[in-house]
């Protein structure tokens, strides 16, 4: 058989294999698309899955969904994913280090963080402010680290729960710092910022969002932002980098991605949906004033970062002696 007729062939082959790829995509979506969302309602995630899901349902004509799994800092959420139908009706929105760590953390691990979710891509970057009630003493990180001091047990430090960015990102400012700190987790940003408002916590990492109304209105007072730059509502607080805590951030990419085995042609029309609905005005307005940042990426840049993000994270959890058996 001759090289021409032996590639012809080749050819074909590949065709009858995409061909239901491509005809799951032409069909697709002909019925409601779920978000899962590991977290609590009213937390970053699930507010930014709700303003991208009414966008993306407008785009691809169909109504998208979002359903809270608010347990176990993500674990359920996410491991729903992994055993979800590879068919595009079942995506997650995720933290790219919460989604790294939560395996990292214990040997127990429900889900696979790279090989249990097929990448779609990165929607938006977060930004993090340290943040205490607005009657505390502290005004600064250092007066932050001499109220540490003065109490035995050391301070009592929110987290939207285990793996989150602002779990592993105050655990770095604690290390870094030499604050004692006794972390209390919770399910999402929400119920956290309550209880820092009622004075139950003396600090907390909340996200731009969750925190923004409580800043306007004096109700919390900001020490710090987790940002490349400050931000306009607050514009006195200066930068971890600022502040000489540079090196304290982690990973503040937040993306979408479906079950392993999603075909290629419907990721790829996923992929262009999200990248579409970041570009929408009305989109993107609403993330700017809620102190985050519009991001985009290919399936195989995100696919990239979470290989990357896993090994990194899995080696911080190791340093801070986060890791249980």
């Known amino acids: 058989m001759s090289l021409k007729r032996r590639l012809a062939g080749f050819v074909a082959a590949l065709a009858v294999v995409a061909a239901p790829s491509v005809a ?3 069909d697709y979506p002909s019925r409601p698309i779920t978000i899962l ?12 899955a709700r303003l991208y ?20 800092s993500g674990a359920v959420a ?7 139908t590879p068919d595009g009706y079942t995506l997650l929105m995720f933290s790219g280090s919460q989604h790294a760590t939560i395996p990292a953390l214990s040997d ?9 979710a097929q990448p779609i891509g990165v929607v938006f970057n977060f930004t993090g402010i340290v943040a205490v009630p607005a009657d505390s003493p502290a005004n600064s990180i250092a007066d932050l680290i001499a109220l540490a001091k003065t109490k035995p047990k050391g301070l009592n430090f929110g987290s939207p729960g285990a793996g989150t960015p602002s779990h592993l990102a105050s655990a770095k400012l604690l ?27 003396d600090v907390a990492w909340p996200s731009a969002p969750a ?4 800043l306007e209105s004096k109700k919390l007072k900001a020490l710090a932002i987790d940002g490349a730059q400050r931000w306009s509502l607050v514009p006195e607080v200066p930068t971890l980098a600022e502040a000489g805590y540079g090196n304290v951030s982690v990973a503040n990419w937040f993306a979408v991605a479906a079950p392993p085995g999603t ?6 029309k996923l992929n262009a949906a999200f990248a579409e609905a970041g570009r929408d005005p009305a989109v993107k307005q609403r993330v700017e004033e809620l102190g985050l940042t519009v991001a985009t990426s290919t399936p195989e840049e995100l696919g990239k970062l979470m290989v990357k993000e896993a090994a990194e994270i899995k080696a911080l959890v190791t340093t801070l002696g986060l890791r249980t058996p």
């Open 37 to 48: 969302v590991g977290l609590a309602a009213g937390g970053v995630t699930d507010v930014m």
């Open 175 to 201: 290390a870094a710092t030499g604050m004692k700190a006794e972390f209390i987790h919770y399910k999402g940003g929400a119920p956290m910022v309550s209880d820092l408002l009622g004075g139950q916590l």
């Open 78 to 84: 996410a491991a729903g994913l992994q055993k979800a």
């Open 263 to 268: 075909p290629p042609a419907i990721i790829a």
């Open 53 to 72: 899901a009414q966008s993306v349902g407008t785009i691809l004509k169909q109504t998208v969904i979002v359903e809270n799994r608010p347990a176990a």
């Open 108 to 116: 127990v691990a429900i889900y696979d963080p790279v090989a249990g």
């Open 24 to 26: 799951h995509a032409q």
């Open 211 to 214: 925190s923004k109304s409580f």
